[in-house]
């Protein structure tokens, strides 16, 4: 798990240094709620490089840091980096679709965790629960608020589907609900 959290950790730090490549990138950071199953809520902030690759079209590299409750069950803690395209209609609305991998830290919620040790005897373990692998696939809808293009704020509805990976040796699937804010730095 660990070589997950530096190809993670990595990937982050090779977005934020291809900023100096190219003039024509721009850096956009954004906020918004984040919820697991809809339900379970969270907050999710990203920083995004986004490179147009014509008057309609972008390239998108995004970093996300976040977390979401999932009552009586689990805290999820995650950091992920994404890819994918950003395309704009003249008419204000730009649809989107990501590619992502990330970690997940997950904590148990609740009075408490027992398990069985190896003499038999119950005991009290720790809260913490796993750090998984976390692909995952996004698509999303938006809106642009500004007038300028130069000076994007834009708004987004992203359905986004994680997996949690291993899950009993298995990967468990998750449905996220994302509706936030991006604004443009320069």
């Not at 003499?119 to 998984?132: K, P, Q, T, Y």
């Amino acid at each position: 798990m660990k070589n997950v959290s530096w190809l993670c950790t990595f990937g982050l730090l090779l977005m934020l240094s291809a900023t100096n490549l190219s003039a024509q990138k721009t850096l956009n950071l954004g906020l918004g709620y984040f919820g697991e199953t809809a339900t379970h809520p969270g907050l999710v902030a990203h920083l995004e490089l986004e490179k147009p690759q014509s008057k309609k079209v972008s390239t998108i590299f995004r970093g996300d840091i976040g977390a979401y409750v999932h009552a009586r069950n689990h805290t999820g803690v995650f950091m992920d980096v994404h890819t994918g395209l950003r395309r704009y209609h003249a008419s204000g609305i730009f649809t989107e679709q990501y590619l992502g991998l990330g970690t997940l830290l997950s904590f148990y919620n609740g009075d408490g965790v027992f398990q069985r040790d190896e003499n038999g005897n119950i005991r009290r373990a720790s809260a913490f629960a796993n750090l998984d692998i976390m692909p995952s696939v996004t698509l999303g809808v938006g809106y642009n608020l500004s007038k300028n293009s130069d000076n994007a704020n834009l708004i987004y509805f992203r359905p986004k589907v994680f997996w949690q990976l291993p899950f009993n040796n298995l990967a468990l699937p998750h449905l996220a609900l994302q509706v936030g804010f991006i604004h443009r730095i320069n």
